[in-house]
Every structure is written in structure tokens, then in C-alpha cells.
């Protein structure tokens, strides 16, 4: 019998079905595996599926030489946690939940892009702390979101959903940066930089995987290349983005404003940030919705269930 430790609590209904499939032992912490639970996941257990957070390094594999874990089922898209090559030299397989967080996660880039627009956070704050003197007609004026121009960096699932929902629901027009050309059933340019892509927006969305390859993508130079009144918004991970240059950029009027579900060194999330009126500040809510975390665990069960059957993995990383 397989032994499979789940590594943070899962929906109810994706527990009761993995129950099933062998020996579980589902650890109730909500935060990230320390070195040594890590290094005991992957000596006592045949199976381990973690999620954001479970830092899974080079470092670690490292340290064993013959582990008894053979697959780490990772719940979510990103995995920029695991160093899938360093688990491949152990002999670990890793899987992902692509598809499952689509959607939910360019409903999160629209809801960021239009409550920075419209200063939603920074009028609730004023209301909530009773500062409200009544409506009048040039009160907290923001950016009208229909029909302006937005750029999308990396065209993947979640960069064409949230074009799709630009295009459709706002009648925005789309560029777009990524590696190759997307063809889509709705008008959109590709541009040949990045640079260019932001040269004109008024909305900039990076969609792009975590991997050492887009670490600090977006920094001081892209910042500088992008209308004084446009909207960043990251939905993609944090450390995509170079958030001392992105403070610098909002503090000075580079840029203006930004939407942030995640942040370089999550749960940390600077001062200078939460300071900023002109910022809207989520806690990484992307797929946060009962259905797309039960979807998202099913899919990661799927993978599980694969590996038990001898079976090629559905998502193998």
C-alpha cells in the first residue's frame, strides 16, 4: 500500500476520495514544510503532494541519495517551488493542475485591473474609516477601463482567457509579448518585445510561469517603458516582478498604479506597498473558490491516481 502525505488541508471531498488510494496521513498545518518535514516527506513516503510554498530545492534532494518518494503530485499550475530537474535525478516524478485554475485566475487580473482603475480599494477605505463627505463630481476620479489598450505578457492559458475577457467584456484592444505567435478567434497584435508590448497600454497583465528564466521579468526598464498613467497588474507569480523597482516606479509617478495577488517573498508583502492609495493588494486569491481548490484537487488525484496504476502521468510535468 502506497503511503501518501498531503502537505496542507484540501476541500473536504478531495480528502474523502484520496483516502482511498492507500495510506494517507494529511498534515493540518496551513503554512510550508519546514527542511526537516521535506526531507521526512520524501524518505517515508511514496507519494507527497505539495503545494505553493513547499520549497522543494536542489538543496534538498541533495541531502538524499535514495528516496523512497517517486512522485511529488503538485497541487496547482506553477511549480517554480520544486526543481523539477534536481527530483528527475532522484528518480521523483512531478505533475501539475494546469487548465483547473484558468479561469478563476483571469476573473482575479479583470477584478485587479478594474479596482485599481477605479480606486475601489481606496474608496472603501475612505468609507470604512468614516471620512466619506458625500458624493460630488470630481470625487476620486479614476481610469475608464472600456476601450482602452491592453498588454499581455505570456499568452499561455490564463494570458489568452484574460485577453478574451478584455477584448469581449470591455471591448479593449490587445497586444500582447510572449515566446510564439497565439492565434485567437478575437483581433490582437503580438509585439516583437516586451518593451513594445507596454510601449502603448493602459493595462499591462503578466501571465507568465515562475522559473528562473522570468525572474524579474518586469523591473525598472519595462516600468520606464510604460504610459506615466498605466496600470500594472501580476497575477503570475511574484517573483516575476522586481518589487523594489516596482515601489520606486509608483512612488514617483512612473506608473499609475498597481494590482498584486502575489508578492516576491510571500507572506511578506513590503511596507512601502501597503502604504501605497494607489495599489490594490490581494492575499494571493487566484483560484480561491471552492469549486476551481475541489477542481484543482482532483486533477492533482488524477496524477496520483496514474502513478498507482502504472499508467503515463496526465499532467508530468
Not at 478563476?104 to 480606486?119: E, F, P, S, V
Not at 523597482?245 to 498604479?257: D, P, Y
Not at 488524477?302 to 499508467?311: M, S, T
Amino acid at each position: 500500500m502506497n503511503k501518501i502525505l498531503i502537505t496542507r488541508p484540501l476541500p473536504a471531498s478531495v480528502m474523502q476520495k484520496v483516502e482511498t488510494f492507500g495510506d494517507v496521513t494529511a498534515r493540518n498545518q496551513t503554512t510550508p514544510l519546514s527542511t526537516d518535514e521535506m526531507l521526512s516527506a520524501l524518505c517515508d513516503y511514496d507519494i507527497v503532494l505539495p503545494t505553493l510554498g513547499d520549497l522543494f530545492s536542489e538543496k534538498i534532494f541533495r541531502q538524499i541519495e535514495t528516496p523512497k518518494c517517486k512522485l511529488l503530485a503538485n497541487f496547482g499550475v506553477g511549480y517554480n517551488h520544486i526543481d523539477v530537474e534536481a527530483a528527475k535525478s532522484r528518480g521523483i516524478l512531478v505533475s501539475n493542475t494546469p487548465g483547473a485554475v484558468t479561469d478563476a485566475t483571469a476573473d482575479i487580473a479583470l477584478t485587479l485591473m478594474l479596482m485599481t482603475a477605479r480606486r475601489a480599494g481606496e474608496g472603501e477605505r475612505l468609507l470604512r474609516e468614516g471620512n466619506w463627505q458625500g458624493w460630488h463630481p470630481t470625487q476620486m476620479l479614476g481610469l475608464h477601463m472600456s476601450g482602452k489598450t491592453v498588454s499581455v505578457i505570456g499568452m499561455g492559458r490564463i494570458g489568452e482567457a484574460i485577453a478574451r475577457r478584455c477584448h469581449f467584456g470591455f471591448g479593449m484592444k490587445v497586444l500582447y509579448a510572449s515566446r510564439s505567435e497565439k492565434k485567437m478567434d478575437f483581433p490582437s497584435m503580438q509585439l516583437p518585445s516586451i518593451n513594445e508590448a507596454v510601449a502603448q497600454a493602459d493595462f499591462v497583465v503578466t501571465a507568465v510561469p515562475g522559473s528562473a528564466s522570468t525572474k524579474h521579468l518586469v523591473g525598472q526598464d519595462l516600468f520606464a517603458s510604460m504610459p506615466s498613467h498605466s496600470i500594472f497588474v501580476n497575477i503570475s507569480r511574484g517573483d516575476v516582478v522586481d518589487e523594489s523597482a516596482l515601489i520606486t516606479a509608483l512612488q514617483t509617478g512612473q506608473i499609475g498604479g498597481a494590482g498584486l495577488d502575489v508578492y516576491e517573498l510571500e507572506p511578506v508583502v513590503p511596507d512601502a506597498l501597503v502604504q501605497l492609495e494607489n495599489v490594490t493588494l490581494l492575499p494571493h486569491l487566484g483560484t480561491a473558490s471552492l469549486e476551481i481548490r475541489t477542481e484543482m484537487g482532483d486533477m492533482a488525484l488524477k496524477n496520483i491516481e496514474d502513478f498507482i496504476e502504472g499508467r503515463s502521468l496526465t499532467n508530468l510535468v
